[in-house]
């Protein structure tokens, strides 16, 4: 059981992240229903993707020299387009160096969110309503994954280390006789 939603999560990751924003928005919506709801919907749409922004900026500086940045790279240069959305699916959680998922990031939000809620600002609020659902949804995660939770929520990033535990073994294999072959 614990394991088909380990991989439901895994595969529609990025389509429950995007659920979420609706359905923070439409919560929303029902409270205060003189607000424009596509304004409400677009709100709710990118709080729950814009911070996965992250891993694109991981990738393209501070983590690029990473294993996990390195196979994506490889990929890239062979066009095995496929394989990367293999590889993101099965390996992204083990990405523990993103400096936006600390435990911190939550707290903020959710001050933000009342914050604007308090000052009847109402996109913003929902705009960080669900930027903090995205973060409580991908502790939740870890810990249904892992049975707790990875090291960068306690501000311990992995960004600078050669091997980023948890990646599957082939696709290190991979990389490194690549490396070996030049
Ligand atoms: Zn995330």
């Excluded at 099965?90 to 990031?105: E, Q, R, V, W």
């Excluded at 930027?131 to 600078?160: A, M, Q, R, T």
Aim: proline fraction near 3%; aromatic fraction near 16%; include cysteine.
């Amino acid at each position: 059981m614990r394991n088909k939603i380990v991989q439901k999560s895994q595969t529609y990751h990025i389509l429950i992240h995007v659920l979420f924003g609706i359905m923070t928005a439409l919560i929303v919506s029902k409270q205060y229903d003189n607000e424009n709801l596509l304004l409400l919907l677009l709100m709710g749409f990118l709080g729950n993707t814009l911070p996965d922004i992250d891993h694109v900026i991981y990738f393209l500086t501070y983590g690029r020299d990473s294993e996990y940045s390195q196979i994506i790279k490889l990929f890239i240069k062979e066009r095995h387009f496929r394989e990367i959305k293999n590889f993101l699916r099965d390996n992204h959680k083990y990405l523990t160096g993103l400096y936006s998922h600390t435990l911190i990031s939550p707290v903020v939000s959710i001050f933000l969110t009342y914050f604007f809620f308090q000052k009847k600002l109402i996109y913003p609020a929902t705009f960080f309503f669900s930027v903090s659902i995205h973060f409580l949804y991908d502790i939740l995660e870890d810990i249904l994954f892992f049975g707790k939770l990875n090291p960068n929520w306690c501000l311990k990033f992995n960004n600078k280390n050669k091997n980023n535990e948890g990646i599957l073994f082939p696709y290190l294999e991979l990389l490194r006789n690549k490396k070996r072959q030049t």
